[in-house]
DNA sequence: TTCATAGTTCGATCATAGCCGAAGCATCAG
DNA sequence: CTGATGCTTCGGCTATGATCGAACTATGAA
């Protein structure tokens, strides 16, 4: 019966306001200064570095010195993933506020999730991969031949990103949508090309706008159906 | 920049080691009373009391009243598959103790995840019914008219399943290993079913004990690779 | 060098919340 | 009814920890 302190010293962590907001600046993956987020939290840089030496001393954030700042960043995509699952907890259990705001629909729509496409476009993205026989599999997917050819298409280097520690593919629960969205390495990569297209910029906080050329060409490459609805093949 | 609060609420929820005990205790999906739970918490039962009221204000957890008794359980399956994420989180980031006793060993082989099969055996289950053709899909999984049969023959009444609310199949990521393995209706009727056959017991917490006959019938039936190891196909 | 910016450490304050003893309801057995 | 058990509520104690002011270190600029 010892198993519950192990969660409460990591959830405890996530348990405080100043630390929340801390941790979900960082989910789009950028790397920020402790002055930055001593901002997004709403706090003072003392109190800020203090939670940051403790996110850092468990492993939840990594530290980079660069001359005199402090950059930090989430130490894995797998910390987003928990905070993305507590938001999803967070909704269903209506600790959320009603409030469902212009900038909530932004995100609903798209948005950066630690370093790869979220939201309905993301959904939408893997879905059409997976109709075009791109990518295979259930939750460790795999690249089919097909895939392979497309994605070095696209400008991905892939034999790059096999060398990595990180997995390739990786589905990842998106928390909006109740569907899975395609992370892990090749993930990044994607939303890092779209991104070089100009198919999509960054907003405030971690939303995603696509321009109207990214629209169609996401909508070509990916063989969705035009915008949203619409019946599917 | 309003985000972090509405996840360190819940956060905060699962943060005190009182709270986190009684919730683990409850991770095996049965209805517990307020004196068992504080039992588990080790605290006494008016501290009990209290958490379990924040808990249940919070919707994680739902309490159902059968004369002097209150029974508590989880509110949904997701509420366990936060709790398996942070597990995995916390033991990544080396918040676990080394100790890796023999019923730590006990409980990757083989536990109940809310009220299905996880762990090795039950990635193995999945794995096994994906590649006899039983299930498909990556996320969302989908029964093949195979897996109906199959399950079918199993003693499971698919249409009894596919009236509920509840998904029939639903990929439930693990936190020992670091695959999928099948909840949902069908990972829970699957893992009463063979507990119906004297496959597998309960033992202490959430171990599952596999007696040798259950062994051999659930390689046999999920056509596994005998023990563990040895090659696949 | 001097000054400015970025960040850490220390110390004191203060609020939150966990905890338990005691008392109060509610349900069941006799 | 009385008594016992299960649980909740109240009140007070206590400890933890979040916060910020102030002083200190480190890097960079002039």
């Known amino acids: 019966m010892k198993e519950g302190p192990v969660i409460a010293s990591v959830a405890a962590l996530l348990g405080d306001p100043a630390r929340a907001n801390i941790l979900t600046a ?6 920020l200064t402790v002055s930055e987020l001593a901002e997004a939290a709403g706090v003072t840089l003392q109190t800020a570095s203090g939670h940051l030496a403790k996110l850092d001393a468990a492993n939840l954030l990594t530290a980079e010195k660069q001359g005199r700042h402090r950059y930090f960043r989430l130490s894995g995509p797998d910390v987003a993933q928990v905070l993305e699952a507590l938001m999803g907890l967070a909704q269903r259990t209506g600790a959320t506020r009603v409030r469902t705001g212009p900038k909530d629909a932004a995100l609903r729509s798209a ?7 979220a939201g309905e476009r993301g959904v939408a993205l893997l879905k059409g991969a997976q109709r075009q026989g791109l ?4 939750k460790d997917m795999i690249l089919t031949e097909k895939g392979r050819a497309f994605f070095a298409g696209f400008g991905i280097d892939l034999a790059q990103l096999e060398k990595g520690r990180r997995p ?3 589905a990842c629960l998106d928390w909006s949508e109740r569907h899975s969205h395609l992370g892990g390495g090749l993930g990044a990569a994607l939303l ?3 991104m070089d297209r100009g198919w999509v ?3 405030a906080g971690r939303v995603l706008a696509f321009t109207c050329e990214g629209t169609e ?3 070509a490459a990916f ?3 035009a915008v949203k609805g619409s019946q599917a093949a």
């Open 168 to 170: 390739v593919c990786r």
């Open 201 to 203: 910029r960054r907003e």
């Open 217 to 219: 060409g996401f909508e």
């Open 192 to 194: 890092s090309r779209m």
């Open 135 to 138: 990518i295979k599999g259930e």
């Open 111 to 117: 948005r950066i999730c630690y370093d790869h496409l």
């Open 223 to 225: 063989m969705l159906p």
């Open 26 to 31: 960082l989910m789009d993956g950028r790397a």
